[in-house]
């Protein structure tokens, strides 16, 4: 029951930019959760630890929540945080380096960095061949990115150990649409993507 309380605090927290008190009986009614200033456009919670994190792509920093103490810890970066997502003890991030784009012609490119949330410390930052959107990460360290400009495009997939690409859905002529969010099964580490607009579709390793 009281998780529940705190889920429903964090979606308070993001979606009404007010302060909040606990709401659970069993708990400090006099705690207050701190308010945002910014509009996140993504959120994850910690599977561990009562954290959740937020992108702020209006200060270009990703922010993590203490939904217990309120308080809110912050990393800075040059390019502006998007997406999230959480796997093996780390967590990555999308970095964009321009706007996503219906059309674009130009050579695209953008970053993912990785964060270690214990320490709140980024411990790798590299380069990928696409104006990434969605990520997600399954368990052997693949790292699979969805495209964010040109509607159809291809999912290109990095290494965790080496950084470098590995594997393109290019290979077998798979295009997938652009904006599409990329989520894995946590019990058979299959992935998913779901479209974000009209067209839709679904991927399955």
Known sequence: MKLFFHVLLILLLIFTNTPVKAA?????????????DFAPSDALMDPTLPVIYLTDGSHNRVVAVNYETGTQ?????????????????????????????YYNPATLSGEIAI??????????????ATDPYSIAVDRQGFIYITPGSNQWGYMLVYSRASKALVGSTN?????????SLAMLQPETDKLYTVGTEMVSSLCRT
């Open 24 to 36: 659970d009986t069993g708990s400090d009614t006099s705690k207050i959760i701190l308010s945002l």
């Open 73 to 101: 810890s912050m990393l800075a970066f040059n390019l502006r945080p998007e997406h999230l997502t959480y796997a093996n003890g780390e967590l990555f991030v999308t970095l964009l380096k321009t706007p996503h784009q």
């Open 115 to 128: 964060i270690n949330p214990k320490t709140w410390t980024v411990t790798d930052q590299f380069t990928v």
């Open 171 to 179: 290979n077998s002529n798979a295009h997938i649409r652009a904006w």
